[in-house]
């Protein structure tokens, strides 16, 4: 590349980079709003908190806590300190008390401890109580550790830092890996922050990243003294003994090194637009079909009434666990993904979806004598079975297979001993369908979107 | 079981055993008349030997000169000993000369030396000609063994011992497993005069084989100091470095004991007679396919002219190949064979005789950037591949397959690319016939024998 195509080149990435700087900063006025409410808030939940201890305190904590929200985000995270001699049942009836107080509209959820959640003024709004202790080590659960978090980049994270930390989460939702829910896999905001800050920037992280040979090990305070077993591991600068990016699955640290060289060598803004592809229609589902000549199979049932983080490594476990009954019995699985909404589904395709209508069953070697007579005497008599002859100083029998079709299969009880999670089993118990080849259109109005994902693949 | 019951079961095996013995016993005339021709033959192999050369010798060998062979079998081998300062070309030609000499209709054929065989009042007769050493160790080719296998037995076996050597020969001949061809991969003459010998007879041969946990070690002279890796390792009493069972199968030694147990539990005749099954009808053989719903398929082609102890090691290597082929494309092999008559046929039943249209491609890990991008950039604008896409931290793409079936891949050139023996290759070159499914009855006029114990096997 000449110099002045490598200039072109860097003028074009500052331009796109500008251009989604633009769309991502909140404006002034956004700005001032969000701390007029928050700072309203906070009174709020002091005077109730304080009331109840004198030694509470406040404090605001999350992106719109460290200027690395994206325009548009409206969550404002109050989370109530209380001294830490105080017993865990004190503690989340303080925490409900100063929650209401704050938000007189509120609701009561669960996370780690009970929680109070409300809108107010179109703010999404967390009442959240923890303990205040001397470091992160000493938490008795994750919400304990947050505090630190927020301490720990408000003293790192510059004007210009947390703009690319704008830049750089929109980057991962673009591109489909923002998030570290189980669902997606994917990098946390706090991730997202810390390398930024570990490599000075969006482009730096992007230049790193696409050169990255996982596993990936970055210990920005370096007091790391357990190891990994991640592709991306980050030591938490408040933590010692936790990563960071435990969460994050290889398949989106690749698919961040994909999108971070392909960023680099062709910058547009589009990277940063999550397109969800265009629901597959009837027509292109059957072109496809004829074209793979695959079998494409999907076991529909019910969605558990879950929430994603619980539904979503269940239906994970249960794709494992099915796609494995499947291979286990010779109808090998081509590809395979999950999906839910109202109704969940393991959808699978298939190489190969008939066997023939006997398998082979090998015995014991014939020098094991009374283990080897007994399967010889057990096959010798039996009008449905052939054999037993030997091979490679075995007995082997070939008997009637207990399933031809994988729909066979999918529709017996066998389904059941396969790893399902205990809800997915549950749903399934309470009655499922299976589609198979053609029959998979039935999926379309649900599912087309996600249909269209499979069987439009991108990186 | 009952001591009545223990000894009537002795007399059966007794009586049975007693019953062959008359069969496979050698009447006085036939003795006689063999011994006189076998005289006559020798005496003229020695006058020409000695006029040649006056330290030449000559010996009867085979189980007509150890009294172990069956009645009925006619081959008389007679051994011409030169010692062994003359060099091979005058020992071959000697040889050729005392052969013409004492068989003048005989011709000439080619073992380890060319030696003449003839047929003399309905005896086949061998006249070979070997180094006279000083022992088996010293030996320049395997012919030069053969008189001290005869000298070591002929002190060993007395009667009854050679009475059941024949009963232990007739056993191994009716049950499939007698000759030490490359075809069948059995027990030797020889192997199975030494078995006998160490175990003192038919019956005890059978009752420590019935126990037998391969590898079994069996060393008459204790002197073996080589180890080997085949499943029974009898070390020749003549050649401490030698394994006699070097060729016998570890299916056959598992056969041997199938049927020593069955035998010593029901002791009848019928083991004694090789009976080959009744050729397979075309309605059998359409049953067959239609109960199994397995594939069967045949490439036919015309036998390679070669002796059996050339053809059948091609053939295995042949359907190794052939077999290896089908099962690395995905056409899962559930069971093969191989047979040659006129023609020759390596045959495979298929659970799997079709795949989708696509085929898994695996890329590199997308870290490896260089590679990974070649990868990428290859099928990223290639209409006919899905992807690439993500799985595992590495680029997957889907392409068209070169194969849909077994058929379309057995009848083309890929086929040269596997494992095959010279001549099976050349003869394949000449043009060779794929056979599917029903198509597989074209080959019941030539293989109906080998068709049957394919699709009724036994032990």
């Not at 072109?8 to 769309?23: G, H, N, Q």
């Not at 994050?248 to 062709?266: D, K, M």
């Amino acid at each position: 590349m000449s110099e002045e195509d490598a200039d072109r080149d860097e003028d074009d990435l500052e331009r796109v980079v500008a251009e989604v700087r633009d769309r991502v900063d909140p404006a002034a006025e956004e700005r001032t709003r969000l701390r007029e409410v928050a700072d309203r808030l906070m009174d709020r939940a002091e005077a109730a908190a304080t009331e109840l201890c004198a030694d509470a305190d406040v404090l605001q904590v999350g992106s719109t806590a460290r200027n690395t929200w994206i325009s548009g985000d409206r969550d404002i995270d109050i989370f109530v300190r209380f001294p830490p001699e105080l017993d865990r049942e004190t503690l989340e009836e303080y925490g409900l008390e100063v929650g209401h107080a704050t938000l007189p509209d509120g609701h009561e959820e669960y996370a780690e401890h009970p929680y109070v959640k409300g809108e107010v003024e179109g703010f999404d709004v967390d009442v959240v109580p923890c303990f205040r202790l001397e470091s992160a080590t000493e938490i008795r659960s994750a919400v304990d550790r947050t505090p630190f978090h927020t301490q720990y980049l408000n003293q790192r994270l510059d004007d210009e830092l947390a703009g690319d930390v704008r830049v750089t989460k929109q980057f991962l939702k673009g591109i489909g890996v923002y998030g570290s829910d189980l669902r997606t896999q994917g990098f946390s905001g706090y991730l997202t922050e810390l390398l930024v800050c570990e490599y000075g920037g969006f482009r730096p992280l992007l230049e790193a990243a696409a050169d990255w040979h996982p596993p990936v090990e970055l210990d920005p305070e370096e007091h790391g003294r357990v190891s990994f077993d991640d592709p991306l591991v980050v030591i938490d600068p408040t933590d010692p003994e936790r990563n960071v990016a435990a969460v994050c699955a290889a398949e989106n640290v690749a698919r961040f090194q994909h999108y971070a060289r392909a960023f680099l060598a062709t910058p547009r803004t589009d990277y940063f637009d999550a397109d969800d592809p265009e629901p597959l229609t009837e027509a292109a589902l059957r072109e496809h079909l004829e074209q793979r000549a695959t079998t494409s199979i999907a076991v529909r049932f019910d969605a558990p009434d879950l929430v994603e983080d619980q539904l979503y490594p269940q239906l994970y476990k249960s794709l494992d666990g099915i796609t494995n009954g499947l291979d286990d019995r010779g109808f090998d699985v081509f590809r395979a993904t999950t999906f839910a909404d109202d109704t969940a589904v393991v959808f699978a395709e298939l190489a190969v979806s008939e066997r023939p209508a006997v398998e082979r069953h090998e015995g014991p070697p014939v020098h094991v004598r009374d283990h080897a007579a007994g399967f010889y005497d057990a096959y010798a008599d039996d009008p449905d079975a052939y054999g037993p002859f030997i091979e490679d100083g075995r007995y082997v029998t070939e008997r009637p297979r207990s399933f031809t079709t994988a729909r066979e299969y999918l529709e017996s009880d066998r389904l059941f001993d396969v790893g399902l999670g205990a809800h997915v089993e549950t749903a399934l118990e309470d009655g499922y369908e299976v589609v198979v080849g053609t029959e998979i259109a039935a999926l379309l109005d649900e599912f087309g979107t996600e249909l269209a994902a499979y069987f439009e693949p991108r990186p």
